[in-house]
Nanobody, 121 residues
Framework: QVQLVESGGGLVQAGGSLRLSCAAS????????MGWYRQAPGKQRELVAG???????NYADSVKGRFTISRDNAKNTVYLQMNSLKAEDTADYYC???????????????WGQGTQVTVSS
């Protein structure tokens, strides 16, 4: 089994910063892409940022220049540094990883439980 555990959410004022972390554990052989998604009340889940195993990054237009995704492959951990936060960044943030489990035949997607980010204006 594979678990993704997120941390770092909370309440912050507009203009402030937060850093999210997501650690993957379990029977992991390798991890391909990792990413962060978010879902605001009444809206669909959307990709915020993604990073490949080689470090290539992509971002939603709404967070470019403010958020930075990074990963530590040795720790199977992905981070999201969020700066200049805005009220519209308020959402539940979910970590995603494409994992090749030991003994399996291919990659599968796994999700964390979510961490809440609230930005007060």
């Amino acid at each position: 089994q594979v678990q993704l555990v997120e941390s770092g959410g909370g309440l912050v004022q507009a203009g402030g910063s937060l850093r999210l972390s997501c650690a993957a554990s379990g029977s992991i052989f390798s991890i391909n892409g990792m990413g962060w998604y978010r879902q605001a009340p009444g809206k669909q889940r959307e990709l915020v940022a993604g990073i490949t195993s080689r470090g290539s990054r992509n971002y939603a237009d709404s967070v470019k220049g403010r958020f930075t995704i990074s990963r530590d492959n040795a720790k199977n951990t992905v981070y999201l540094q969020m700066n200049s936060l805005k009220a519209e960044d308020t959402a539940d943030y979910y970590c995603n990883a494409r994992v090749f489990r030991s003994g399996s035949s291919g990659y599968s997607d796994y999700w964390g439980q979510g961490t809440q980010v609230t930005v007060s204006s």
